[in-house]
């Protein structure tokens, strides 16, 4: 029994590890291919994104439960859907395969286009035609609401329910592509510290990097509270 739990851990592990490395590397991709696209980067950004994510959901959520996010991990472990131990372990798997994500992505383009996008890393964007820029502490509030709001989908569509939903990797895909597009211009919209890691390391991008990294997580905890005071 122990041997097969144990197995059943690993391939669990396994799968954060490989569907975090497919959906950072795709969305990697389009986050570079939508910054030197100005008139539509943001609509790169939200497409490529969304529907990197259902993909790779759809691909390890039999193995996993498809979490891919470190934020959503921290949030099924306060409502004890996931056990602290593997929990950690899975959280651990997404960072490392956010970092060979990334690794990949800047292998397969042209060192032009990692320099003009700094490699799909995460920055406080310029706001467009209006100039300026949110402050980090603004860009913080926005990756908490977000990921809250995207980790509630979660919930709504694969955690509650005695069997996720069919449709749940194109709700949650879906979810992402208009947060992208609401707050893109804003914060980055990126609700997901391995896809804020993996770029950040390969590229040493680590400007403001506490908004990317602690505000999905905070969003997270908040969403995590929310479902086990309010809800389960």
């Known amino acids: 029994l ?21 959906f950072v ?6 986050a570079m291919s939508g910054s030197v696209n100005p008139l539509n980067g943001v609509q790169f950004q939200a497409f490529g994104h969304g529907i990197a994510l259902a993909m790779a959901i759809a691909i390890t959520a039999k193995a996993s439960g498809a979490h891919l996010n470190p934020a959503v991990t921290v949030a099924q472990m306060i409502t004890e859907h996931i056990d602290i131990p593997l ?3 899975y959280i651990l798997a997404q960072l ?19 320099s003009a996008s700094s490699g799909g890393a995460f920055a406080l964007p310029e706001l467009g035609m209006v100039g300026g820029k949110l402050g980090a502490d603004q860009a913080f509030g926005v990756e908490v609401i977000f990921t809250v709001v995207l980790v ?16 749940a990797p194109f709700f949650i895909g879906g979810t992402v592509a208009a947060d992208v597009f ?19 390391l390969i590229n040493s991008a680590w400007t403001h990097g506490w908004v990317w990294s602690l505000g999905p997580l905070a969003g997270g905890i908040v969403a995590g509270i929310i479902h086990r005071v309010f809800v389960i």
């Open 182 to 200: 609401a707050g893109g211009s804003l914060s980055g919209a990126c609700m997901n510290p391995a896809i804020f890691f993996g770029p950040a």
């Open 87 to 89: 929990g950690v372990m």
């Open 25 to 30: 590397f795709l969305g990697t991709l389009a």
């Open 96 to 114: 490392v395969g956010g970092v060979v994500g990334a690794g990949f992505a800047r292998w397969v383009v042209p060192s032009s286009l990692v």
């Open 2 to 22: 122990l041997r097969m739990i144990r197995k059943k851990s690993l391939h669990a592990i396994a799968a954060e590890f490989s569907g975090t490395a497919i």
């Open 152 to 167: 509630s989908v979660i919930y709504a569509v694969a955690v509650l329910p005695d069997e996720p939903a069919a449709s």
